[in-house]
C-alpha cells in the first residue's frame, strides 16, 4: 500500500471517489443525485483549493482517499503562525477496510501538515473513524461554537 499526493490530472477520479464516499455517508442510494452548486464547488476546491489529498493506492487500485484543508487565522500564543488544518473526508473502500489504510493516510497528512508549520488540526468525526483519531492523538473538543450561515 502506497501513499500519493493528488494533482488536477486526477480531478475525475477524485470527484468519483467524494461523491462515493458522501452517498455512503449519508446513506443515499448509490445512484442518489447530487446538487449542482456542490458539484461545482467540490471541483474547483480540488482544483485551486488550499488543500492536499491523498490516495492510498494498492498498486493501480485506489483503496481510499483523504484531504487536509489549510486555514489560517490570527496569530495567537498557543498557534504563533497562525496556520491551522481541518481533516476531513477520510475514506477507505470497504474491500481495504480494517487493514490500517486511514491510518496511513492520516499519518501522511499529519507530517503534511507539520511540514507547512500547522500547529493545529481539526476534524469532524463519524462513529467509525473516532477510534482511528483517538489513536493517533486527536482529542475530544467540547469547548468550540459555531454559527450556520
Known amino acids: 500500500m502506497t501513499i500519493r499526493k493528488t494533482n488536477q490530472n486526477d480531478i475525475g477520479t477524485l470527484m468519483q471517489i467524494r461523491l462515493e464516499m458522501l452517498r455512503i455517508v449519508n446513506g443515499l ?11 461545482e464547488c467540490s471541483r474547483e476546491y480540488f482544483l485551486k483549493g488550499e488543500q492536499t489529498t ?3 493506492m ?3 487500485k485506489i483503496a481510499g482517499c483523504a484531504s487536509l484543508s489549510y486555514i489560517n487565522v490570527m496569530p495567537t500564543f498557543d498557534h504563533p503562525t497562525g496556520k491551522r ?13 480494517r487493514r490500517g489504510v ?9 507530517e503534511e501538515a507539520k511540514s507547512r ?5 481539526s476534524l469532524d468525526a463519524t462513529q467509525m473513524g473516532h477510534p482511528l483519531y483517538k489513536s493517533l492523538g486527536f482529542n475530544d473538543n467540547g469547548e468550540g461554537m459555531n454559527l450556520s450561515l
Open 117 to 121: 508549520g500547522v500547529t493545529e488540526i
Open 29 to 39: 442510494d448509490e445512484n442518489a443525485p447530487f446538487d449542482k452548486t456542490l458539484l
Open 58 to 60: 494498492d498498486g493501480d
Open 85 to 97: 488544518a481541518h481533516l476531513m473526508n477520510v475514506y477507505t473502500r470497504s474491500e481495504f477496510r
Open 102 to 110: 486511514g491510518k496511513m493516510m492520516v499519518e501522511y497528512l499529519i
Open 54 to 56: 491523498v490516495f492510498a
